[in-house]
């Protein structure tokens, strides 16, 4: 069955850096975009990041343009987001994301998600 699994969420100062990886099974992964979410306490999950299933592509939420890159490893099965000079309102669960075409409708998936927390 498809799995995202999500890691290398933690407690960083502002400023700091972390590194997010989502290790994906049960589907074909380099035929299809991945994307990451992220949802803050009383807020809606919102789109951080997204890249085209050959790298070629991303677009980003304005909030994190300069600060976050997203990156594959199709051999790997695994998509990354690289975040610097984090901020506390970078504070969220962060999700990995894809949507898989299943009897001619796109279903989404979501991983289990990864704490992030940004505080001195």
């Known amino acids: 069955q498809v799995q995202l699994v999500e890691s290398g969420g933690g407690l960083v100062q502002p400023g700091g850096s972390l590194r997010l990886s989502c290790a994906a099974s049960?589907?074909?992964?380099?035929?299809?975009?991945m994307s990451w979410y992220r949802q803050a306490p009383g807020k809606e999950r919102e789109l951080v990041a997204r890249?085209?299933?050959?790298?070629?592509?991303?677009n980003y939420a304005d909030s994190v343009k300069g600060r976050f890159t997203i990156s594959r490893d199709n051999a790997k099965n695994t998509v990354y987001l690289q975040m610097n000079s984090l901020k506390p309102e970078d504070t969220a669960v962060y999700y990995c994301?894809?949507?898989?075409?299943?009897?001619?409708?796109?279903?989404?998936?979501w991983g289990q998600g990864t704490q992030v927390t940004i505080s001195s």
């Open positions: 890249i085209t299933s050959a790298g070629d592509s991303t």
């Open positions: 994301n894809t949507a898989l075409l299943v009897a001619n409708y796109y279903t989404p998936y």
């Open positions: 049960g589907f074909t992964f380099s035929a299809y975009r």
